[in-house]
């Protein structure tokens, strides 16, 4: 189990290095994390296993590369969802866990299905390989139990 502290750690130091404000939120909170790249601000979630530090990434990864926009566009907000992802990717892919595969892949899904005639050669089909390309495929069993490895 991965320490709590320690990963909050690491995301006060990125954010310290990087001259961005965390705000932590309680689990209580009924509000999404979120991010503002104009304030460079992040509001995450206090972590409790490495899954809430992925989404701390995503966040600064917000303010890292996302333009400063308002735009409500589904697919603006796919373009930008996806760069935040890639950034988590490019700079952490080897410390994600299954968890952190499966939200990623549940939130851009969920983004993806909101754009209407998303063209074929959209860059989120390509994040998508690469994500589910961590998540492995447990074929159904139908009952039956597995065969012991000789």
Request: glycine share 2%; charged share 35%; with cysteine.
């Amino acid at each position: 189990m991965d320490d709590a502290k320690t990963l909050t750690r690491e995301i006060d130091e990125l954010c310290r290095r990087e001259k961005i404000k965390c705000h932590w939120k309680e689990i209580t909170d009924c509000s999404l994390n979120r991010a503002c790249m104009a304030t460079r601000e992040i509001w995450v979630f206090k972590i409790r296993k490495r899954v809430d530090w992925a989404a701390a990434l995503h966040e600064i990864g917000h303010v890292m590369c996302d333009p400063e926009v308002g735009d409500t566009d589904p697919l603006a907000v796919l373009d930008r969802e996806c760069k935040a992802t890639e950034w988590v990717i490019e700079r952490y892919q080897n410390d994600l866990d299954l968890d952190c595969w499966k939200r990623m892949e549940h939130n851009i899904t969920d983004y993806k299905a909101k754009v209407p005639n998303l063209p074929a050669d959209h860059p989120v089909h390509t994040l998508l390989k690469t994500i589910q390309s961590h998540i492995p495929i447990v074929a159904p069993s139908f009952g039956r139990k597995p065969k012991p490895p000789k």
